[in-house]
Every structure is written in structure tokens, then in C-alpha cells.
């Protein structure tokens, strides 16, 4: 386990996720690593589902919680930036629409008729 950390803390987070993956004992520090090894490589998904792992392995452990902050916060931030910056929300039922006709309207031909918010 001290290798997987040494590996992270140099940046080499595909070596980490090597050494982890030969670990058979999995606990909360384990989840920890392997999250940290994966936000290293912008594998977010994982990594937020390796911190909640640890998480729920060890609620009490303050570096768990704020390694799950830190990725939970990082989605919420990059949606934040799009508004400021104009972009739209795709979670509008609008949104989802104007994107439903358009993509009927390319699979299935233009029948001459238009639908958008």
C-alpha cells in the first residue's frame, strides 16, 4: 500500500493503480488510493465512486470526506462556469426537447414541421 502512495505523491498514478490492483485486502484506505490514482488521471467517475467507497467504508475520516468534496465539488464547479460563461443548462426539459427533434429530425427525415423552445 506504502508503494501505491509513493506512486501517487510522484504523479505516476497508473503505476499506483497497478500496485492496487495486486492488493487482494480492500479496505477504506485501499478506496482512498484508488481514487486519488484515478482522479490523476481524469478518470472522475471513477474516482468519485472509489471516494465514496471509502467514505461509507470510514465516515469518520476527514481525508476520505474532503477527497469526495474536493470531486462532488468539481462537477458542481464546471457546470457553475458554463452558466457564467452563457452556456445552457441541459437539464431543462426545453433543452431536452429542442435536442429530441433534432436528433428525430436527422434519423427520421424533416416532415416539414418544427418544434423548439
Do not use: K
Given at each position: ?91 431543462s426539459a426545453c433543452t ?22
Amino acid at each position: 500500500m506504502q508503494a501505491a502512495r509513493n506512486y501517487i505523491n510522484a504523479g505516476h498514478y497508473r503505476e499506483a493503480l497497478n500496485v492496487l490492483e495486486g492488493i487482494q485486502e480492500r479496505g477504506a484506505r485501499w478506496y482512498y488510493y484508488a481514487a486519488a490514482a484515478n482522479m490523476g488521471l481524469n478518470n472522475n467517475i471513477a474516482a468519485l465512486n472509489y471516494a465514496r467507497q471509502a467514505v461509507n467504508m470510514d465516515p469518520a475520516n476527514l481525508e476520505y470526506r474532503q477527497l469526495l468534496h474536493r470531486l462532488e465539488y468539481a462537477g458542481q464547479s464546471y457546470q457553475a462556469a458554463g452558466r457564467r460563461y452563457g452556456m445552457p443548462n441541459l437539464n431543462s426539459a426545453c433543452t431536452w426537447l429542442c435536442l429530441s427533434q433534432l436528433l428525430l429530425s436527422c434519423c427520421c427525415g424533416s416532415r416539414g414541421y418544427y418544434f423548439c423552445c
